[in-house]
């Protein structure tokens, strides 16, 4: 079982910037497809937005419509972390964040069900 573990979420100002964090002990890290995806208030699970993804060797990331040219996922393997980093925040960005994890296949998946681990989220607030 893989156990992702997020932080660096909390309140913030619109316009502000905030950095998430994701770290697990899992030690074949490298080889996993890593996804954020977002849960607005009053959506549910399977509602997840995806944000953003990055394959195990750091390629071309993907970003979802919303947060292009905002956002940027980053990974560092030796450190079995992957980072996002958010500028520009708007309110439409208050959600809880969770990180995803993908073994196997190349390419970042966008949908939900084909991460198998997930973390508890942490929480982005967004005020006007």
């Known amino acids: 079982q893989v156990q992702l573990v997020e932080s660096g979420g909390g309140l913030v100002q619109a316009g502000g910037s905030l950095r998430l964090s994701c770290a697990t002990s899992?030690?074949?890290?490298?080889?996993?497809?890593m996804g954020w995806f977002r849960q607005a208030p009053g959506k549910e699970r399977e509602e997840r937005e995806f944000v953003a993804g990055i394959n195990f060797s750091s390629g071309t990331p993907k970003y979802g419509d919303s947060v292009k040219g905002r956002f940027t996922i980053s990974r560092d393997n030796a450190k079995n972390t992957v980072y996002l980093q958010m500028n520009g925040l708007k309110p439409e960005d208050t959600a809880v964040y969770y990180c995803?994890?993908?073994?196997?296949?190349?390419?970042?998946?966008?949908?939900?069900?084909?991460?198998?681990?997930w973390g508890q989220g942490t929480q982005v607030t967004v005020s006007s």
């Open positions: 995803a994890a993908r073994r196997g296949g190349v390419a970042v998946a966008v949908t939900t069900t084909l991460y198998a681990y």
């Open positions: 899992e030690r074949t890290f490298s080889t996993y497809i």
